[in-house]
C-alpha cells in the first residue's frame, strides 16, 4: 500500500477477514507487538504464529472498531483506534485502545511495525 490510510485499512480489513495470508502482506520487518495484558511479541514470524492462532481460534470472535485518530508523516503513520472484542456474541464486550504504527519500507510501501493496545475499564 502506497497510503498509509490504504495499508491501515488492509491491515484491519485482514483482522476482522481472519485472513491470515493477508495479515502477513501488512507485516514490516521488525514487529513489536504489546497486548493488554502487558505481553511483548517481538519479531515478525512470532506475530505472525500468534495472529495465525488467533484466527484459527472456533470461536466465532468479533472485531468492531471505530478509528479516532490518525496521524501520517512521509515516512511513517499512526492511528489510535477504540475496539470493542466479543470472544463469543454472548460474552462481555471487551474495550481497549489499539495504536498502530506503520512505517513506509524500501519500496514505498507503508507496513505495519508496532502495536500496543491498552485495556478500557
Do not use: C
Not at 90 to 111: C, I, N, Q, W, Y
Amino acid at each position: 500500500m502506497d497510503t498509509f490510510r490504504a495499508a491501515l485499512d488492509e491491515h484491519l480489513g485482514a483482522l476482522r477477514a481472519r485472513d491470515v495470508d493477508r495479515f502477513a502482506a501488512t507485516l514490516g520487518e521488525e514487529v513489536v507487538v504489546i497486548d493488554g495484558g502487558g505481553t511483548l511479541t517481538r519479531g515478525t514470524e512470532a506475530v505472525l504464529r500468534s495472529h495465525a492462532d488467533w484466527f484459527r481460534s472456533p470461536d466465532p470472535w468479533t472485531f468492531d472498531y471505530e478509528i479516532v485518530l490518525t496521524r501520517e508523516t512521509p515516512s511513517s503513520g499512526l492511528a489510535v483506534i477504540d475496539v470493542t472484542y466479543r470472544q463469543t456474541p454472548e460474552a462481555e464486550p471487551a474495550r481497549f485502545l489499539l495504536s498502530l504504527v506503520f512505517e513506509r519500507d524500501r519500496e514505498g510501501t507503508f507496513k505495519f511495525v508496532y502495536d500496543q493496545n491498552t485495556t478500557l475499564r
